[in-house]
C-alpha cells in the first residue's frame, strides 16, 4: 500500500458512531488503517480523540479515502494552509473545487483556523479578506477565491447529545402512531427551548395540513408567538384561503368532511378572491380574509414566503416563481432558525433540509415513513421523524404549548 496519510479526528466518536464509519470507510476503500493514537473521552462532556494512520493502493483511492474520512471529521494531520484557485468565469469553478456538507467547517487560511459562514451542503467555499463563506455554484463570479482539494479542511460532524431535551432519544427512530403524544410533548419541549434561546422556531408547511384540518392548531401556534416564519408553497395558501372563504378544502367540507356541491370551484374561487383584493395581506387589511394560516400571519407579523411549483393553480400574486428567487426567499427566513418543523410536504421539507446546517434541529411529520426517513437521514442528531397524521399533530401541539 504505497500511498498513506495520517488523519485525527476529535469528539464524542464511539457514540456518534463515526468511530466505526471511519474504520468502514477505509475497508470500502479497500484500504487498511492502524490505530497510532486513541484517547477516549472520560466525561458526558469530554471528547474522544484519535489519530490514524490510513493506506490506499492508489493515489485516486486515497483522495476519494481521503474525501469521504473528511466528511466524517477526520482530516490529515498537518495539511498546511487551504489552497485556494480564483474562478475564471461566473458560476464556473476550478475542477477539484472544494464541494461542502451541512457540518460546521473551518478552513485554514495561512496560519489560523477560520469557521465558514453560511454553512450549508453542496456550496463551495469563498475566502474573502481572511473569511471564509459558503456560496452556490450559480452565485460564483469570476475573481472569487475558492477553496479546491482536501487540505486545510476541517469538519466537525454534530455528535450525538446526551439527552438534552431527550433529543438524542427521539432521533433513535422514525416514530410510529403509538408514540406521537410523546412527539409532540418532546417537539412542545423543543419549541419551547428554542424561543428561550431566542432563535426563530420556522414551520415548514404542506396543503395536507389544510385538508386535515390542522389550520386551527397552526393558526394558534402563529397567534401566540410559537412560530417565526412560515415556508410553503402556493397550494397551502390557496387551500387555506378556500377553508377561511368558503368552509372546504379541495372542495371538501371541513365540518363533516362531504363533497360540496360545486366546491371543486372553490379553490379557485379563492384565488379569484384574493386577486380581487390585491393580494393576501390586502385581503385580511380590507376584512375579506378574516381567519386561518396566512391571515395570523399577516396579522402577528409573521413572514411568509410561497414558493412556485409546476403543479399550480393561479398562482396567487405572493407565490414567486422564479425557483432561484423563492430559493433565496426560504435561506432568508431559515437564517438564525434553532428549530424546523416540517408538516406534510415532502417538497418543501427536502429542499429546506437541504439548505440547512447540521446543527439546526428538525422535527419532520408525514404520514409516508419515507419521506420521513429522508428529511432524517442527515447526519446524527439533526432531525427526527414523526411518522402520522399532520392534523392530529398540529391539534395536540397546539395544546401542549397553550
Ligand atoms: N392548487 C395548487 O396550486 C396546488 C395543489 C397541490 C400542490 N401544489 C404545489 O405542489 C407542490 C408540492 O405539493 P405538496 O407539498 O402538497 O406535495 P408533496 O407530495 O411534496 O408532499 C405531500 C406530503 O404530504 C404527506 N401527507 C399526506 N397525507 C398526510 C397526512 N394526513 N398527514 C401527514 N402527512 C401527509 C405525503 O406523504 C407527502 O409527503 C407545492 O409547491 C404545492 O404548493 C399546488
Known sequence: MPFQEVVE????LIDS???ENIFDKVVEYHGRFEVEQFRIGRTNSEASYLRLKV??????????LLASLLELGCAPVDSGAAQLAEVERDRCAPEDFYSTTNHRTYVRIGPEWTEVRNQRMDALIVVREGQAFCRRLRDLRAGDRIVVGLRGIRVAPESKERDRLA???MSNGISSERQVETAVRQTAALVRHTLEQKQKVVVVAGPVVVHTGGVAGLAALIRRGSVQALLSGNALGVHDAEAALYGTSL?????DGRQEEHGHRNHM???NAIYRAGGVRQAVESGRLQSGILYECVKAGVPFV???SLRDDGPLPETITDMNAAQDAYARELAGAGLVLCLGSMLHSIATGNMLPSWVKIVCVDINPAVVTKVSDRG???AVGVVADVGLFLDLLSKALA
Open 9 to 12: 479526528a476529535q469528539g464524542h
Open 251 to 255: 372542495g371538501i367540507r371541513l365540518s
Open 269 to 271: 374561487r379563492a384565488i
Open 306 to 308: 410561497l414558493a412556485g
Open 167 to 169: 433529543f438524542a432519544f
Open 55 to 64: 493506506e490506499a493502493p492508489d493515489h485516486e483511492s486515497i483522495e476519494r
Open 380 to 382: 446524527t442528531g439533526q
Open 17 to 19: 458512531h463515526i468511530m
